[in-house]
């Protein structure tokens, strides 16, 4: 069943309450994962790490998913970084998009993954597993994360080594980015490691923090809820026990409206 349409021809049906925008590229990393850019409807505002609902018209109805926004909240068009799965309802449909096709994008943003959700500090970890990066992918373009926090630690942990790529290339971009290079090269450190081959940095981030190997790697001291903030995306698993360590640690969670020492991605939670 092909449901990928072109952006002109669904313009003129789009679903109540939803955007039509148009696929202006998409790069496949691995069999499992991938990235597209898609254009931005001019009046579409969010804050970095937010997340949006994207989807597809499949059997003559809108189907959506949560999709963290990658791009920063200055970049004229919008990125998402995505799974496939061979059967998932919409993830089997978008990873064959390509450009000038349509994607469906619900207009509000929202979610915890933001630095108003933070009380100020030092030191803030974004620790990501899988596609868990992508809001983090936004947070390191946006100015407001270096003007709060002094260093911005950024832990990407996958199975395999080639899942790292678009963490490595996202880093090396950012560091030679014109608008924000200059303070992500003083204050952007990137940790990847990986858990079912060879690599220097090995391991699940929860076993790194919990044997304090992260912290001897990094060179900075064990997590302190006086200046360290935290930032956790991945599955559901891994936000459970890895708020557990920050919990462990004496860091509570905040919210929109209570910030706090650090926040959990509630996208997959409702
Ligand atoms: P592992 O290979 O030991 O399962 P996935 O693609 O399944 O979301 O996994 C992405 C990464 O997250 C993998 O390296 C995986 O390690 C790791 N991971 C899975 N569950 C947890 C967890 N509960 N805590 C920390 N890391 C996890």
Redesign the pocket.
């Known amino acids: 069943m092909n449901v990928l349409a072109k952006a002109a021809d669904l313009e003129a049906d789009a679903p109540a309450g939803a955007f039509v925008q148009e696929v202006t590229s998409v790069q496949h990393y691995t069999d499992?994962l991938f990235r597209f850019r898609m254009t931005r409807p001019a009046s579409f505002r969010f804050r970095s790490g937010e997340f949006v609902m994207i989807g597809l018209m499949i059997e003559g109805k809108p189907l959506y998913r949560a999709y963290s926004i990658a791009s920063p909240s200055w970049d004229e068009e919008l990125e998402f970084f995505s799974?496939k799965v061979p059967d998932g309802p919409l993830t089997q449909h978008l990873q064959k998009i390509q450009p000038g096709d349509a994607v469906l994008m619900k207009k509000k943003p929202t979610g915890t993954l933001v630095n108003d959700a933070l009380i100020p500090g030092k030191r803030v970890y974004m620790f990501s597993?899988?596609?868990?990066i992508a809001p983090f992918a936004s947070l390191i373009r946006d100015p407001d994360t270096y003007e709060k926090f002094d260093q911005v630690i950024l832990t990407h942990?996958?199975?395999e080594v080639a899942?790292l790529k678009y963490g490595l290339d996202l880093v090396e971009e950012t560091k030679n980015d014109p608008l924000i290079g200059e303070y992500a090269r003083e204050k952007l450190v990137h940790y990847a490691?990986?858990?079912?081959e060879d690599y220097p940095f090995k391991?699940?981030?929860?076993?790194l923090i919990e044997n304090g190997k992260l912290f001897t790697d990094l060179g900075v001291p064990p997590l302190d809820p006086a200046i360290d903030r935290g930032m956790i995306c991945?599955?559901m698993?891994?936000?459970?026990?890895?708020k557990a360590l920050l919990e462990k640690a004496g860091l509570t969670e905040g919210a929109n409206n209570k910030p706090a020492e650090f926040v959990v991605e509630r996208a997959f939670v409702g």
């Open positions: 499992r799974i597993t899988g596609t868990g942990t996958c199975r899942e490691s990986v858990t079912r391991g699940r981030i929860t076993d991945g599955s698993e891994m936000l459970r026990d890895t």
